[in-house]
């Protein structure tokens, strides 16, 4: 994560989160952390939100007779606290998420499972639109405490460039 902090006043400083485009270099690994244990409210809460009304992930007896044996953790948290975890090292400085490919559900999540994350960069272009920014993919990958793989997924946003027209603007909040 990079984090720095400015000035803006006497006696007084401001931190700042992410990178620029500029910061990025394909095959760098980012670890994100904390990881996050995830609880059987979390997971019952994400399910109510979102309206999953599937029983794998808060009906208890339903769930003991699955191949499980017990309730999942609902597979969009998992990509929601990853994607949550890396903001700060890939997209802080984001103008746009462009978009999600390769979602891939490898292994379960249960409650009281720890969830790790680390995204490694895989492409990056300039925007032909947008000179002010660029576009980086990465590849996030998630793991359990037992650090088995259990999501992955790419993910492709746009950057603000260092000096770009909006990043004073946004730099300055």
């Known amino acids: 994560m990079v984090q720095t902090a400015r000035q803006v006043g006497p006696q007084r400083y401001r931190e700042s989160f992410g990178r620029y485009y500029e910061d990025f270099t394909v095959g760098d690994v980012y670890e994100h952390r904390p990881g996050r244990t995830i609880s059987e409210t979390d997971n019952t809460w994400f399910t109510l939100l979102t309206m999953n009304t599937h029983p794998m992930h808060f009906d208890a007896e339903y769930a003991k007779h699955s191949e499980f044996g017990r309730c999942i953790i609902c597979s969009p948290l998992t990509v929601a606290l990853m994607v949550g975890m890396s903001v700060t090292d890939i997209s802080q400085k984001a103008i746009a998420n462009l978009g999600w490919t390769n979602i891939r559900l490898t292994a379960p999540l249960f409650a009281g499972d720890t969830l ?3 995204s490694e960069v895989t492409a990056k272009r300039e925007s032909k639109s947008r000179p002010e920014a660029g576009l980086v993919t990465v590849k996030t990958s998630g ?3 037992a650090h088995v793989l259990v ?6 946003v746009l950057v603000a460039r ?3 027209n909006d990043t004073e603007t946004r730099a300055n909040y």
Do not use: K
């Open 151 to 156: 999501c992955d997924f790419e993910r492709t």
């Open 162 to 164: 260092r000096g770009g």
């Open 143 to 145: 793991f359990n405490q």
């Open 116 to 118: 790790t994350a680390e």
